[in-house]
């Protein structure tokens, strides 16, 4: 009998597109899902920090939340957490099969060729806006990808810093940096 994560990575690895030199992922296949032991494995294999990092990243998705990725929200993950993060959990979700292979194949599709966008705005934008230094400018900024997003990251600039305008003109005191913005 062949155990479960051995199984897991064969399937896994006979897959159309399989980045087979990828022995961080081919090494991650192969580890249970639990925090623990993935951290003892990097521990093992002497991980750099970086696939460390990455090998972390993964430890235990929640199967709701990989089944329930689109293309617009894997690319908001590969946006905040980097594509390499987004093609493991796309890779771990159908090993898992948490994600049916046609379904890899279209979320794999929306992440491949595309060039992470960058937020028009900064947090220097949201305090120009009167939004005191603090977790009011990340809660912000959150917000502000959150509708970017919706919009396939389509409004420029100006859009957004309009969007901005309109969050902080509907809090009161936006000031005190404890701003925590609305629906």
């Known amino acids: ?17 399989y980045p087979a030199t990828d022995s961080v992922l081919g090494s991650r296949l192969l580890a249970p899902d ?10 093992h294999l002497k991980l750099s920090n970086a696939d460390r990092k990455r090998v972390m990243a993964t430890a235990g998705p929640k199967a709701e939340a990989v089944a329930a990725l689109t293309p617009q929200t894997i690319r908001l993950l590969a946006y905040r957490q980097g594509l390499t993060t987004a093609r493991d959990a796309l890779w771990l979700g159908v090993a898992n099969g948490d994600i049916a292979p046609d379904r890899f194949g279209q979320l794999m599709a929306a992440i ?8 028009p705005v900064t947090g220097h934008d949201v305090m120009a806006h ?17 509708w970017w997003f919706a919009k396939d990251c389509a409004p420029d600039r100006e859009a957004v810093l309009g969007q901005l305008a309109d969050l902080v003109s509907v809090q ?10 609305g629906d």
């Open 130 to 146: 009167g939004v005191a230094a603090g977790p009011g400018v990340k809660h912000l900024l959150s917000a502000l990808e959150e």
């Open 172 to 181: 009161p005191g936006h000031a005190d940096g404890d701003l925590v913005p």
């Open 34 to 43: 639990d925090a623990t032991s993935l951290s003892h494995l990097a521990d």
């Open 1 to 17: 009998t062949v155990p479960a994560n051995v199984a897991r990575y064969q399937t896994t690895r006979a897959m159309a597109g």
């Open 112 to 119: 491949t060729d595309w060039t992470v966008p960058a937020l």
